[in-house]
């Protein structure tokens, strides 16, 4: 088979931009080239030529926080047709989160995950192991040279995985090397909220008061806890899914290769604010809940000055039936994100929020440096070929149609975008081309230099 090149695109690499060609070769990035290439000038009896004129060359989207539901609720959507809407969405390597059926907890229940995932899945992948009260001792003895990290839920949420031992707890930070990724919310603060609002409403809370149950209070004192216990053990912390300006204070800016305690945050929370879940019928509530427009200021002004680390989905398909026609505590919390994060931040980019330079990063670089991924995340010779083709110049409506995923529907139908991903490769494999899926599937299971 030849090598292939991108030819003439704008490449995005480590931190730059500029006119150039990749050549693909052997799974590889085997050579960047700045500068205008002329077809005519290419031997086409030793390589493919891929035109990129006019098109935007990106690292491969590194979405490090996906429930792709599989096993035990995959009438939501399973690793096959998640990483297909991944794949589509420019998203080359997942990380899925352990709240499943069973829960991801044990050595076996992730190498059956991860066999799996080998059977059926378009884009590369790994497993996050989750923290319970009984089993830190069996999460220390595992591989992580093949494991991205651990899971904390310090706060409840889809699948049932509260750790609410402050002993295991602080063993967990004391004990463990590397990435303790936490979902940081205060179990105590929502229950005080929950009895309160359902004195108030005894017919069932409203899905307006969403964000007053599961409080900017209860974000802040788990996440401070969190960073306290961090920054008292030296542990690797990662708190996901920030969603207030308060929590923003107790994080820095600068490269993430300097920290030992970073921040994530998820598109929704960049784009909707608390008034969107009872707008939009439920379809925006997730875990933690979506805060007011100061905060989505707040956090769009934290990714372009570096506070929030890394972009992350948070995808989490439920069923419209699952969504639709309940309440504050009896709607399902989550919603679908891979496939139309990309282009929605690069959308945002546009606006002036951030650069692109700073998307490529949060959402492709810095993943990559936070698990220190082998070869991935950089445009880079000898870095392993994931990339994603964009045109920046497409017109069109995010439909219904258009979702892959298998629950049906996107928090962001109706959107405006320019940005289309017109291809995404995989290991030096085009996956998918001008919206269809090339049946080239090429994944491997993401690697940790540790």
């Known amino acids: 088979m030849k090598p292939k090149i991108l030819n003439n695109g704008l490449i995005f690499s480590n931190g730059f931009r500029f006119v150039g060609s990749v050549v693909v070769d052997k799974g590889l990035f085997v050579r960047i080239s700045p500068g205008r290439t002329a077809i005519k000038d290419i031997d086409r ?5 891929v035109d990129c004129q006019g098109k935007m060359i990106l690292p491969g989207v590194i979405d490090e926080h996906v429930h792709f539901r599989d096993p035990g609720m995959t009438e939501k959507g399973d690793i096959a047709t998640e990483s297909r809407a991944a794949i589509a969405g420019g998203v080359t390597s997942f990380f899925d989160m352990p709240n499943t059926s069973p829960q991801t907890t044990t050595i076996e229940a992730w190498e059956n995950k991860m066999a799996r995932a080998a059977e059926a899945s378009m884009a590369n992948y790994a497993f996050f192991l989750g923290a319970t009260r009984t089993n830190i001792d069996e999460i220390l003895q ?12 310090m706060g409840s949420s889809t699948g049932g995985m509260l750790l609410d031992d ?11 090397p590397h990435v303790i990724a936490c979902h940081a919310e205060s179990e105590s603060v929502i229950a005080e909220n929950r009895t309160r609002l359902q004195n108030e409403y005894p017919e069932g809370i409203p899905l307006k008061l969403h964000s007053v149950l599961r409080s900017r209070q209860a974000c802040y004192e788990a996440t401070a806890k969190a960073v306290e216990l ?4 030296g542990a690797r912390l990662h708190v996901m899914h920030i969603t207030t300006s308060d929590e923003l204070d107790m994080f820095s800016p600068g490269p993430i290769e300097r920290k030992h305690i970073t921040a994530e945050t998820c598109p929704h929370y960049l784009c909707f604010t608390d008034e969107s879940v009872e707008t939009t019928g439920g379809l925006t509530k997730c875990n933690p809940a979506i805060k007011t427009a100061d905060d989505r200021r707040a956090l769009l002004h934290a990714v372009a000055d570096g506070r929030i680390d890394v972009i992350a989905t948070d995808h989490a398909p439920h069923l419209l039936s699952q969504k639709l026609g309940g309440n504050a505590l009896t709607a399902a919390s989550g919603m679908p994100s891979v496939q139309f994060a990309l282009p929605v931040m690069m959308q945002l980019a546009r606006k002036g929020y951030f650069t692109i330079e700073e998307i490529v990063e949060r959402m492709c670089t810095a993943p990559a440096k936070l698990y220190s991924i082998s070869r991935r995340g ?14 920046p110049d497409a017109d069109y409506t995010i439909k219904r149609d258009d979702v892959i995923s298998t629950c049906g529907w996107s928090p962001y139908e109706g959107m405006h975008l320019n940005f289309r991903v017109e291809q995404t490769w995989v290991n030096g494999q085009p996956a998918y081309v001008n919206g269809r899926f090339t049946g080239r599937h090429t994944p491997l299971p993401v690697r940790f230099d540790i």
């Open 166 to 176: 402050d002993d295991q707890i602080r063993k967990l930070f004391t004990c463990f």
């Open 378 to 391: 950089i445009i880079r010779e000898r870095y392993m070929a994931d990339c994603v083709v964009i045109d």
């Open 142 to 153: 595992a591989d992580y040279t093949r494991i991205p990290g651990v899971k904390l839920f």
């Open 230 to 233: 961090a920054s008292s053990t």
């Open 45 to 49: 009896d030793n390589y493919e030529v």
